[in-house]
Each structure stands twice: as structure tokens, then as C-alpha cells.
């Protein structure tokens, strides 16, 4: 049996940032999961940029994008372009981004450069912004955890048993005794919980899909739109010319992992959306889509992230709403904070290489 201070239960994104902060802290770790290439981290697009529409989620990406994604190999600098109504652009998100020296700049429509904006619309261009090739990331992940002594790898956790004294996991592998546990297992997080303790969050299919333009350099940067819930980022690993685009339907989503997309209709929604702010995408020719899932979170979920359960020493955290990659650093950081009972908000135990900001336009 395995005996450990803390058991980190996802070995996605958040898990192992989460693995990597509690064992900087000098407690000892197990870090149970599936393999993370079946997970949502795995078939993420890694989109990173300081702006959210909720500041608090703002400060942990901006804290993330300066101290740990601009320092990551796994990391590609395009600039990042997120539009929003101008009606639902919040100064408080803005003032986040400027606090913590993240250079941006608000570009109000109509316009057509970087993308074409209508009345009423706005984007927030942040040249530091980019995305995370998200096996690479996991890949440079993996490599930290192996190499730290006090993180412990195990097999997949199948439920969690309360004691007294702490909680037992019991899975595939060997047995794990612990004194806390965090659960970030993404879709799997409630099946693993108390009854009752289940956060109100809802699983969405999310449809990726890869299309190919002529010109390999039309569209240099990541970009999101905010209404329809819709993305797009560079994918050279693919080939030249090539876009990866996503969409989150707003139906709810009940089957398990990862699926490939036979109607072409379906794998262009995306991409047909997007086009209203960069033309050229309505003629892209389309390769292949995959169809997963992802967990959303109800409004003000956030505030208490990771949240606790009515079982003292067993936390949770999902429903980060395809941000993922964007918060995980710094979330591991406060997971780790609040798990140890530390007093900082986000902590720089693991990261220190700030990045000074620019001009705020």
C-alpha cells in the first residue's frame, strides 16, 4: 500500500500542475488516472491568454501565461484576439490584466483588421497570447512528475473510501492511503464524490475539427468568439495552412470519451461560424473532426475553486468551462494553497520568470 500526505485523483492538466505545487510544498503525492491521451486535456486546442470574462478567472490566467506558458517549450506565441459585445467587456477584467503586466490592447468594431468586427462588438488583441500544443504540454508534464520523488504514479481510482484518519483509494492499481484527496478527473469527478456532493456543472459536446486555407499565413493567431462559443488556432503540426477550430453546443452532453465525425456538415459548424470574422474560413477545406465532451460551469461556480466537500480533506475541482489549459498552473497553485492552508492567494513556490507587461491601449 501506498501511504501519502495528499492524493491528487486526474492526471490531466490541472492534476499534474496540481501534483507538481503540493509536492513543492514538501508533502508526498500519489497521482491517480487514465491515461491522459483519452482525456479532455489531450484533445484540448491549449488556447492561452490572459483575458476571461470573470476576473477571477483573469488572475489565474494571467498569472499562468507569465510565469510558467511563456517559459514552456510546449508553448506557441501567435497573439491571441477575443471578441465580446462591447456591453459585456468588464473594466474589472481589464484592470486583472493590467495589474498583473499583461500588455492588451481593445479594438472596438466596426473594423477588419485583425478580424472583422460588427457594431456593437469589441476585442481584446494580448500579443502574449497564444496556445499550448497540448501533447507536448502533457508530455513535459509526465517528465516533471517522473522526476520528482515525491509524486507518486498509480493506476486508475474506481472510488474513495472514507476513515477516520484520512480516505483509501481503491482502483486498478495498488492501494493508496491518504490524508486528503483533490479530485480533478473532469467528467469521472461526481461519480467519486459523496451523494449530494456533485458540483451543479454540465457536460457539453464539444466538436473539434482541422480545416485547411490556401494561404498558409492568413491567420497567424489564435481567436475566440464569444457569441457563438467558438474558436480557432494555428495547427502546423498538421500541415501548413491549417486551423484548428472548435465549438461548444450549448445541449448537454452524456456520452463518454471521444468520437469521430462522419458528417462533414457538422465538423464545418465551427468553422462556417468563425467566418463571419475572418471570411476566408468559409471557403477552408475541411480534413477531419472529432466529437468529446467537456464540463461547464453554472455562473459564480468559480469563486470557490477547488471546492470543498461536507467530508473534511476531500476536495474537487471541474467545470472549468474549456479553460483548462489557460488557469491550470496557477490553479495548481491554489489548490495546493488552500489544500495546505496557506495564506496566499496564488503562490510562487514553482514560478518565478514574471514577464514584464507593456502598454495598455
Same mark, same amino acid.
Given at each position: 500500500?501506498?501511504t501519502?500526505?495528499?492524493?491528487?485523483?486526474?492526471?490531466?492538466?490541472?492534476?499534474?500542475?496540481?501534483a /507538481?505545487?503540493?509536492?513543492a510544498?514538501g508533502?508526498?503525492?500519489?497521482?491517480?488516472?487514465e491515461?491522459?491521451?483519452?482525456?479532455?486535456?489531450a484533445?484540448?486546442?491549449?488556447l492561452?491568454r490572459a483575458?476571461?470574462?470573470?476576473?477571477?478567472?483573469?488572475?489565474?490566467?494571467?498569472?499562468?501565461? #507569465?510565469?510558467?506558458w511563456?517559459?514552456?517549450?510546449a508553448?506557441?506565441?501567435?497573439?491571441?484576439?477575443h471578441?465580446?459585445?462591447?456591453a459585456?467587456l468588464?473594466?474589472?477584467?481589464?484592470s486583472?490584466?493590467?495589474?498583473a503586466g499583461?500588455?492588451?490592447r481593445?479594438?472596438?468594431g466596426?473594423a477588419?483588421?485583425?478580424v472583422r /468586427?460588427?457594431?456593437?462588438?469589441?476585442?481584446?488583441?494580448e500579443?502574449?497570447?497564444g496556445?499550448v500544443?497540448?501533447?507536448?504540454?502533457?508530455?513535459?508534464?509526465?517528465d516533471?512528475?517522473?522526476?520528482?520523488?515525491?509524486?507518486?504514479?498509480?493506476?486508475?481510482v474506481?472510488?474513495?473510501?472514507?476513515?477516520?484518519?484520512g480516505?483509501?483509494?481503491?482502483?486498478t492499481?495498488?492501494?493508496?492511503?491518504?490524508?486528503q484527496v483533490?479530485v #480533478?478527473?473532469?467528467?469521472?469527478?461526481?461519480?467519486?464524490?459523496?451523494?449530494?456532493? @456533485?458540483?451543479?456543472?454540465?457536460?457539453?459536446? &464539444?466538436v473539434?475539427?482541422?480545416?485547411?486555407?490556401?494561404?498558409?499565413?492568413?491567420?497567424?493567431?489564435t481567436?475566440?468568439?464569444?457569441?457563438? *462559443?467558438?474558436?480557432?488556432r494555428?495547427?502546423?503540426?498538421?500541415?501548413?495552412?491549417?486551423?484548428?477550430?472548435?465549438?461548444?453546443d450549448?445541449?448537454p452532453?452524456?456520452?463518454?470519451?471521444?468520437?469521430?465525425? %462522419?458528417?462533414?456538415?457538422?465538423g464545418l459548424?465551427? !468553422?462556417? @461560424?468563425?467566418?463571419?470574422? &475572418?471570411? !476566408?474560413?468559409?471557403?477552408a477545406?475541411?480534413?477531419?473532426?472529432?466529437?468529446?465532451?467537456?464540463m461547464?460551469?453554472?455562473p459564480?461556480?468559480?469563486?470557490?475553486?477547488?471546492?470543498?466537500?461536507? #467530508?473534511?480533506?476531500?476536495?474537487?475541482?471541474?467545470?472549468?468551462?474549456?479553460?483548462?489549459?489557460? &488557469? =491550470?498552473?496557477?490553479?495548481?497553485?491554489?489548490i495546493?494553497d488552500?489544500? #495546505? =492552508?496557506?495564506?496566499?492567494d496564488?503562490?510562487? %513556490?514553482?514560478?518565478?520568470?514574471?514577464?514584464e507587461?507593456? *502598454?495598455?491601449?
Amino acid at each position: 500500500m501506498t501511504t501519502v500526505d495528499c492524493a491528487v485523483i486526474g492526471d490531466g492538466v490541472v492534476g499534474r500542475f496540481t501534483a /507538481l505545487a503540493l509536492a513543492a510544498r514538501g508533502l508526498l503525492v500519489s497521482l491517480s488516472g487514465e491515461d491522459a491521451g483519452s482525456s479532455a486535456s489531450a484533445l484540448s486546442g491549449g488556447l492561452v491568454r490572459a483575458y476571461s470574462a470573470d476576473p477571477f478567472l483573469t488572475r489565474l490566467a494571467a498569472r499562468s501565461l #507569465t510565469s510558467v506558458w511563456l517559459n514552456c517549450p510546449a508553448y506557441r506565441r501567435t497573439g491571441s484576439v477575443h471578441v465580446v459585445p462591447r456591453a459585456g467587456l468588464d473594466r474589472a477584467v481589464l484592470s486583472e490584466m493590467a495589474a498583473a503586466g499583461v500588455p492588451y490592447r481593445v479594438i472596438g468594431g466596426p473594423a477588419r483588421h485583425p478580424v472583422r /468586427l460588427e457594431r456593437g462588438d469589441c476585442a481584446v488583441v494580448e500579443p502574449y497570447g497564444g496556445f499550448v500544443h497540448a501533447g507536448e504540454a502533457l508530455r513535459w508534464l509526465a517528465d516533471r512528475c517522473r522526476d520528482d520523488a515525491a509524486i507518486t504514479r498509480t493506476g486508475p481510482v474506481r472510488q474513495v473510501i472514507t476513515h477516520g484518519d484520512g480516505f483509501s483509494l481503491v482502483g486498478t492499481g495498488p492501494a493508496v492511503r491518504a490524508r486528503q484527496v483533490i479530485v #480533478t478527473a473532469g467528467p469521472g469527478t461526481a461519480a467519486l464524490l459523496p451523494p449530494g456532493s @456533485a458540483p451543479e456543472v454540465e457536460r457539453r459536446r &464539444i466538436v473539434y475539427s482541422f480545416v485547411r486555407l490556401g494561404d498558409s499565413g492568413a491567420v497567424p493567431h489564435t481567436l475566440v468568439d464569444t457569441v457563438p *462559443d467558438t474558436w480557432m488556432r494555428p495547427a502546423p503540426e498538421q500541415g501548413p495552412g491549417v486551423l484548428l477550430v472548435g465549438r461548444a453546443d450549448p445541449m448537454p452532453w452524456n456520452r463518454p470519451g471521444r468520437r469521430d465525425v %462522419t458528417d462533414r456538415r457538422t465538423g464545418l459548424r465551427a !468553422a462556417e @461560424a468563425l467566418a463571419r470574422r &475572418i471570411p !476566408a474560413l468559409s471557403k477552408a477545406e475541411y480534413l477531419s473532426s472529432v466529437v468529446a465532451s467537456d464540463m461547464y460551469a453554472t455562473p459564480g461556480h468559480h469563486g470557490d475553486v477547488p471546492a470543498p466537500t461536507a #467530508t473534511d480533506g476531500l476536495w474537487y475541482v471541474t467545470g472549468l468551462s474549456g479553460g483548462g489549459f489557460k &488557469i =491550470a498552473p496557477a490553479l495548481g497553485e491554489r489548490i495546493a494553497d488552500r489544500m #495546505t =492552508a496557506s495564506d496566499n492567494d496564488v503562490a510562487q %513556490t514553482l514560478y518565478s520568470n514574471d514577464v514584464e507587461g507593456g *502598454d495598455h491601449v
